[in-house]
């Protein structure tokens, strides 16, 4: 199996459905209300880990009752959370507005995972032993940075989705073997509105990246090659939710695997388009045997 480390965020996710995401200063009545666990990193473990990955999840949560929710949660999908800490406070929250035409909103408070600011050795032991290292960008930017090193020291590939997307350094950037920025990401962090514009100015930065593009699928740049635009499959869309994550897990696994990039990425696809139809982000994730189906 491919030993997969995730240093990230675990939140849960407060989300309303509603027909259409209301304008500033107005209200809209929604139809629906649910609580699901959530957060960047937690989302990509239990992708990975549904997508037959052996993970460990690096982060922490609240001493609160969300708290105990999530960490439930990512044990029921096999993810090991020795070291998922509890901090005092609440844990970190995602809010949530999804329309019918299943894009979203989303403003993330940090609660617990502000506190990771540093790695302990167990942290660090746990990230040399893994095949890949996942990050994000909802910790703060120091234990970002601290992992991506550790990782880059022990020969361990590292995969970076900057979202929320901010400024990178190139203390962060030189450590980083894959970027995973959706379009928006891409375009902000590159200055470039149009994909392969914006992918040849990151590949300055990084060896490889892939642009997801929603339903047009992904771009896949690394240097020394041509870009190739891979479609993804065409579904009916609920919940775009995790979309992102999902393919970031499923990625990984494949990647792991040792499986060729146009491959990975058909799996990965796979995963996402799966994901896509089920409302919620971390319950609509698939199982490998649903992906390797669809994938056929």
Known sequence: MTRIAVLGSTNMDLVAYTTRAPERGETVTGREFRTIPGGKGANQAVAAARAGGEVTMIGAVGDDAYGAQLRDGLEHAGVDTDLLHTAEGPSGTAHIVVDDSGSNAIVVIPGANGVVTALGPGEIAAIAAADLLLMQLELPLSAVVEGARAARSQGVRTILTPSPVQPLSDELLDHIDLLVPNEHEAAELSGQAEPHAAAQILLRQVPEVIITLGAKGSLYAA???????????????????????????????ALGEGRPVAKALAFASSAAALCVQKPGASTSMPYRSEIEADAV
């Open 223 to 253: 240097r020394g090659g041509e870009p190739v635009l891979f479609a993804a499959p065409e579904v009916n869309t609920v919940d775009t939710t995790g979309a992102g994550d999902t393919f970031v897990g499923a990625l990984a696994v």
